[in-house]
C-alpha cells in the first residue's frame, strides 16, 4: 500500500453490466487509471466515491 492511499469505491459498467469495485489508490483520478488498466480503456466508469472507514 502507498503512503497517503485510500480506498474508493468504482461504479462502472462492464459488459453491460452494473458493477461497483474497490481500488486503492492516493486520488479518485489514479482509481479511474487503475480501473482502466485492469479492465481496458473503453470502460464507462459512471462514479469514484472515496470509502468511509470507522476507526
Not at 481500488?23 to 479511474?32: K, Q
Amino acid at each position: 500500500m502507498m503512503c497517503g492511499s485510500k480506498c474508493f469505491l468504482v461504479e462502472m459498467k462492464l459488459n453491460g453490466t452494473k458493477q461497483i469495485k474497490q481500488v486503492t489508490a492516493r486520488t479518485p483520478v489514479g482509481a479511474r487509471k487503475v480501473i482502466r488498466g485492469e479492465y481496458g480503456a473503453n470502460t464507462e466508469i459512471m462514479s469514484v466515491k472515496e470509502e468511509k472507514r470507522n476507526h
